[in-house]
């Protein structure tokens, strides 16, 4: 009986820390949130047509090898 009534002491504790912590927090502006989300966005689709073209050479070496070892 004594731990949960610790468990729920420290589990307040560590809310009303936590709060207290979020308080300084510095956050950005929404105008940087956009520029940031719209970067993110944008090498994301980089990232993803470099992926696309190199899998697309790869199945198309693989392809040509097999073709030249099949018949």
Do not use: H
């Not at 729920?8 to 936590?18: L, N, Y």
């Amino acid at each position: 009986m004594a731990e949960e009534k610790n468990v729920k002491k420290d589990r307040g504790r560590w809310f009303r820390e936590m709060r207290s912590e979020l308080k300084k927090v510095v956050w950005p502006a929404p105008d940087k949130v956009a520029k940031n989300t719209g970067t993110v966005i944008l090498y994301s689709v980089l990232i993803g047509a470099c992926i696309w073209v190199f899998d697309s050479v790869a199945a198309l070496f693989i392809k040509t090898l097999l073709g030249l070892f099949s018949a």
